[in-house]
């Protein structure tokens, strides 16, 4: 189960106890105090939102949070406080344009109903998204991918080599569990691929090969 | 088809180890490739043992050379299927199999083993055990 908790939102005012509602009958208390409808004497309160508006779309009358009129700050706070509240719309601005861009709706209601703690199940992907794992995603996948298939094609060509000569020697196992590597070790694996392959270009003979055949040289038949 | 979903829990349990190191979320890539790569041993080890036993080595050569570049797009197009095929995937199959309970888990971890490992070696074992330079 994951939760996710908005430092933005906090909940004023007296919740109901949730020993005397269900979750369903809670989320619509919570949906109807979003929408300024219902006789709820709870709401969500954005600490963004201006100075004195009561924040959020709810019920403002009964709000008596550090933002209302009422409020008894000094003014050395006000500036302060207007400056985290700057701060605030613009994270909020910045994470509601994330979840516009990176989230469709599916995604969008599991996030809302996990915010209010109703219990959906949440993707591995939308919690990578949630976390900012996915940022050039696409480049760094393709990157990735291409770095260890050079591995994959490096144990098959290997193996053909072999099988046309008739031989295994120690280069070959040597090569083949280069390619292995190149596929199974993070990070490093794929970087030694793409180096391979720049090596293979620039030199004419890759550097997997040239370790190949000085172990040959020294260790195997020839 | 067994064979595809024998290759999808292989991936699984692959990409299970990987999770937690590439979280790229999309295709968890060492298991993709490791699926292909069992693929295209198993194909490999079946053309290899008929061309070894039936084949002199120069005829051999002679053969992998004007179908090496088969062999080659072969691998590609493998990948690209395992590819597509694995994209989004991972969640599917951790909602199928995540919870199986550990006995089973235990013996299906070793067929994944032996499924991967067998093919890697085959080809080397056969070649250790005769003669096919002539």
């Known amino acids: 189960m994951f939760n996710i908790t908005l430092d933005e939102v906090e909940i004023v005012g007296d919740r109901p106890h949730p020993t005397y509602f269900t979750w369903w009958s809670d989320f619509q208390n919570n949906y109807n105090s979003c929408q300024g409808g219902g006789n709820t004497q709870w709401q969500y309160q954005n600490s963004s939102a201006p100075k004195g508006s009561g924040g959020g779309h709810g019920n403002s009358g009964n709000y008596s949070g550090p933002w209302s009129s009422k409020s008894n700050w000094g003014n050395e706070n006000s500036a302060k406080n207007q400056e985290n509240s700057k701060q605030n ?39 990578d998204k949630l976390s900012g794992a996915v940022n050039n995603s696409d480049l760094v996948n393709f990157g990735t991918f291409s770095g260890k298939s050079i591995g994959l094609f490096g144990v098959g060509v290997t193996l053909i080599s072999s099988i046309s000569d008739g031989s295994f020697t120690v280069g070959d196992g040597f090569r083949v569990a280069i390619g292995l590597a190149t596929v199974f070790i993070p990070y490093a694996g794929p970087i030694y691929g793409i180096i391979d392959v720049g090596v293979l270009v620039g030199t004419g003979k890759s550097a997997t090969d040239r370790f190949g055949d000085f172990m040959d040289y020294h260790l195997g038949p020839y | 088809m067994i064979f595809l979903e024998i290759f999808d829990y292989m991936y699984f349990r692959i990409a299970q180890f990987y999770v937690k190191i590439e979280r790229n979320s999309k295709v968890y890539t060492s298991a993709t490739i490791a699926v292909t790569l069992t693929q295209f041993l198993i194909l490999i080890d079946i053309v290899g043992t008929v061309l070894l036993e039936n084949y002199s080595q120069e005829n051999r050569a002679i053969i992998i050379r004007n179908f090496f570049m088969v062999f080659i797009v072969l691998l590609a197009i493998l990948n690209i299927f395992n590819y597509k095929r694995y994209y989004n995937a991972y969640d599917k199959y951790n909602e199928k199999w995540s919870c199986e309970d550990k006995k089973r888990r235990i013996l299906k971890g070793i067929v994944v083993f032996i499924l991967f490992v067998i093919p890697l070696m085959y080809i080397p074992i056969l070649l250790s055990l005769k003669d096919y330079t002539i």
């Open chain 1, 89 to 127: 719309a613009e994270e909020i601005e910045n994470l509601t344009y994330q979840i516009e861009e990176k989230f469709n709706t599916s995604e969008k209601a599991t996030i809302a109903l996990n915010t209010i703690n109703v219990p959906v199940k949440v993707t591995t992907e939308v919690i």
